[in-house]
């Protein structure tokens, strides 16, 4: 562990790529604001859109052209095409078709800022710009994914053996992190660098990143905090991770941040007294209690650091994330990490003082639009903040997370319109009284049904979260329930429904007791030791390969009934003013590669499923 007793001064908060390019992620934020208060010098980056600026860039663009052209060639000239082809080829194509279609000129424009790109194009651009550019390191990739990026190693991020090779590679990182660090680190290193881990995504780059601190400034106290720590990183057996990082922290990073800072500006530095805190001692690894949970008002983001001109984002919305609690409320659904305090440490806020930061916060900046982040806000306190925007006459629009509850009313819908509301996004999961009981969701069908009547009557659009595959789902019941949602998103009362497998979490219940649920194996991969969410388990009801595939089916037919998606009519192009013909059929290797339904956490398990059981894809004579 390097110890910085008295020589350094100051903290770093990095957040790493890759995330979205909209906003900072609000971890670094929030803690800045509250070790600032508490008198620590903090230097907060966001090395995610630094990294944007980096790479988004005209000349890139151009080389990632150059190389689409090349590449699309060669593989057109192939007489059959394996999965992995089929992949990289569908890719640039689209990719390609998106840069034609707006024009080189207009589309750098976009990706260098210069422009706003439009929302409903965002998604579009964004993910062909990241498809062009890093091309040449297939499959190392990034996408755009759910409204958010996506970035895909070439291993598998809950491999601890593929993430330390991954960690001494350079891939298309290259050198920007030592390049973008050395700046900040040469002249006055800080005492402790703190990296937010919050996705899977962010682990490659964040070991990367660690390692770059290594060589530029040693002295430095390198700690890793956020959910993917907390919930696998923190729980690989072994200890090689520590030659990139001196410790680790799980639960809030407030107080363990602040009291880590200060333990070791003494000569003597004491972590045992550090809340949370992961570390090594003599070899031997020590765990701390976790810290605390602060109540909300004492934790405050601090976005100074962050020039909203450098995010991709229309002018009025939100930059800064507000809620009004935090956890769950009801902490009982059996498929939930219920059993961890970020679920199960339920807090409400003052929706008073809520409604002054959201309304300081409007008047300061402009925006107009805020995309509140609860887990589960409750009716009542939402209510509390709705009229007080009504009373105050306060022009703003807003999106919440709530659950299906009888409290949440017509009336209570219809004063959430009145105070802005647009979006209410609910936690359905299934549409089978059975299947709800059994993972304690604590709904009813009926009272599903009354609360997306009463959510439409009021105007307000509903967002659906459901899971196919919960345990013992059968294929009739999953083909009921996609029926129910399907009905409604083709009457207008649903806007838009995000699925997802079911994947056993070890802080669930049925993760603790999977026996209950009809579990009989869980089938986990040899080598996969960061506790991943688990797609392998065999038990009562479908088999993973039918939950897989009735979720790409259902999230297609959903997607094509709203309008979202197009059918690929593609048979030629133009890149760099030269005429590409596809010999490929797109549309017949779209669905083979949505055929691919071997369970899957991982771009590199999605490749590998694939190659195994998706048949080669053979050339057309004529395009």
């Given at each position: 562990m390097t110890v910085s007793t008295g020589v350094l001064r100051g903290m770093m908060l990095i957040i790493p790529p890759i995330s979205s390019p909209t906003r900072p992620y609000p971890s670094v934020p929030q803690l800045t604001g509250f070790l600032r208060k508490n008198g620590i010098p903090v230097t907060p980056l966001d090395a995610n859109i630094a990294f944007w600026h980096a790479v988004f860039t005209g000349s890139r663009l151009q080389d990632g052209e150059e190389y689409a052209l090349y590449r699309l060639k060669e593989l057109d000239e192939l007489p059959q095409l394996s999965f992995t082809e089929m992949v990289e080829y569908l890719s640039l194509a689209r990719s390609g078709a998106i840069l034609e279609h707006f024009g080189r000129d207009l589309f750098t424009?976009?990706?260098?800022?210069?422009?706003?790109?439009?929302?409903?194009?965002?998604?579009?651009?964004?993910?062909?710009?990241?498809?062009?550019?890093?091309?040449?390191?297939?499959?190392?990739?990034i996408r755009y994914d759910y409204e958010d990026m996506q970035y895909a190693p070439r291993g598998n991020p809950y491999s601890?053996?593929?993430?330390?090779?991954?960690?001494?590679?350079?891939?298309l990182f290259g050198s920007f992190f030592e390049d973008y660090?050395?700046?900040?680190?040469?002249?006055?290193?800080?005492?402790?660098?703190?990296?937010?881990?919050?996705?899977?995504?962010?682990?490659?780059?964040?070991?990367?990143?660690?390692?770059?601190?290594?060589?530029?400034s040693p002295k430095t106290h390198i700690v890793f905090g956020g959910p993917f720590v907390m919930f696998h990183l923190s729980r690989v057996l072994h200890n090689k991770f520590f030659r990139y990082m001196d410790s680790m922290v799980v639960g809030d990073g407030e107080i363990p941040l602040l009291q880590l800072y200060e333990t070791l500006g003494e000569e003597k530095p004491n972590f045992a007294r550090v809340p949370g805190l992961i570390y090594l001692e003599k070899g031997e690894r020590r765990y701390n209690p976790e810290s605390v949970h602060l109540p909300l008002e004492e934790v405050y983001p601090e976005y100074r650091d962050f020039a909203p001109e450098d995010y991709y984002r229309k002018k009025g919305d939100a930059f800064a994330f507000f809620r009004l609690s935090r956890g769950c409320s009801w902490a009982k659904c059996a498929f939930c990490r219920t059993k961890s305090t970020l679920i199960s440490?339920?807090?409400?806020?003052?929706?008073?003082?809520?409604?002054?930061?959201?309304?300081?916060?409007?008047?300061?900046?402009?925006?107009?639009?805020?995309?509140?982040?609860?887990?589960?806000?409750?009716?009542?306190?939402?209510?509390?903040?709705?009229?007080?925007?009504?009373?105050?006459?306060?022009?703003?629009?807003?999106?919440?997370?709530?659950?299906?509850?009888?409290?949440?009313?017509?009336?209570?819908?219809?004063?959430?319109?009145?105070?802005?509301?647009?979006?209410?996004?609910?936690?359905?999961?299934?549409?089978?009284?059975?299947?709800?009981k059994l993972v304690k969701k604590g709904i009813t069908v009926p009272l599903i049904e009354q609360?997306?009547?009463?959510?439409?009557?009021a105007g307000l659009r509903a967002g659906i979260y459901m899971i196919v595959g919960l345990p013992s789902e059968t294929l009739e019941e999953a083909e009921y329930s996609f029926s129910r949602?399907?009905?409604?998103?083709?009457?207008?009362?649903?806007?838009?429904?995000?699925?997802?497998?079911?994947?056993?979490?070890?802080?669930?219940?049925i993760g603790q007791n999977p026996q209950e649920y009809g579990i009989r194996n869980l089938n986990l991969p040899r080598g996969l030791d960061l506790d991943p969410p688990n797609v392998w388990f065999e038990g009562e009801g479908m088999t993973r390969r039918e939950s897989f595939g009735l979720m790409q089916r259902y999230a297609w037919a959903i997607w094509k009934v709203l309008g979202k998606r197009?059918?690929?009519?593609?048979?030629?192009?133009?890149?760099?003013?030269?005429?590409?013909?596809?010999?490929?059929?797109?549309?017949?290797?779209?669905?083979?590669?949505?055929?691919?339904?071997?369970?899957?956490?991982?771009?590199?398990g999605f490749l590998v499923g694939g190659a195994q059981t998706v048949p080669p894809l053979t050339r057309r004579d004529t395009p």
């Open positions: 424009e976009y990706i260098e800022r210069k422009r706003v790109i439009p929302n409903e194009l965002q998604g579009s651009i964004l993910d062909a710009a990241s498809r062009l550019i890093f091309g040449p390191y297939f499959p190392e990739s601890s053996e593929d993430l330390l090779a991954m960690a001494e590679e350079k891939g660090l050395r700046p900040y680190l040469a002249e006055d290193p800080p005492r402790v660098v703190g990296l937010s881990v919050v996705f899977p995504g962010h682990i490659v780059p964040a070991l990367r990143i660690a390692r770059a601190i290594r060589t530029l440490a339920y807090q409400e806020g003052d929706p008073d003082l809520f409604f002054e930061q959201v309304r300081r916060y409007s008047q300061e900046t402009g925006a107009i639009f805020f995309p509140f982040t609860d887990d589960e806000a409750s009716p009542e306190l939402v209510e509390h903040f709705a009229r007080r925007v009504i009373q105050e006459r306060l022009p703003v629009e807003w999106s919440i997370n709530m659950r299906m509850d009888k409290k949440l009313t017509l009336e209570r819908c219809l004063l959430f319109r009145e105070a802005g509301c647009v979006n209410l996004i609910l936690g359905l999961e299934s549409f089978h009284d059975r299947i709800l609360v997306l009547s009463d959510v439409s009557w949602i399907f009905s409604y998103c083709s009457e207008g009362d649903v806007s838009y429904v995000f699925y997802s497998p079911y994947q056993v979490l070890t802080d669930s219940c197009t059918p690929l009519l593609l048979k030629q192009l133009s890149l760099l003013r030269e005429e590409v013909s596809l010999h490929y059929d797109l549309i017949e290797m779209r669905n083979r590669i949505s055929c691919n339904m071997e369970p899957h956490i991982s771009f590199d």
